[in-house]
């Protein structure tokens, strides 16, 4: 038996959860960050209101994003240490 060493069952979860956790963030940031565009554009990009906006909506997607990655990952863990 080979204790402690994960299977190729888990590996593969554990790889599939990943993808799906990165899936799911990129498209969580694509609507925080087109949640801020909208409005930059009917403002106008050149203005300094426009500008404001996309570093924003840039800056909190990003936030967003990684905020998703680690809330799946932890959940994923938690889950795979009660063994669910």
């Known amino acids: 038996m080979d204790s402690g060493r994960e299977s190729r ?5 554990m790889t599939v959860e990943i993808m799906f ?6 498209f969580l940031a694509a609507l925080v960050f087109g949640a801020f565009l909208v409005p930059a554009l009917a403002v106008g990009t050149a203005e300094p209101v426009g500008k404001g906006l996309v ?3 840039g800056v909190l997607a990003g ?9 799946v990952l932890r ?4 889950n795979r240490r009660q063994g669910r």
């Open 75 to 78: 959940r994923f863990d938690t």
């Open 63 to 71: 936030v967003a994003g990684v905020w998703r990655v680690v809330r």
């Open 55 to 57: 570093v924003a909506g």
């Open 21 to 26: 956790a990165l899936v799911t963030a990129g």
């Open 9 to 13: 069952w888990e590996k593969d979860a």
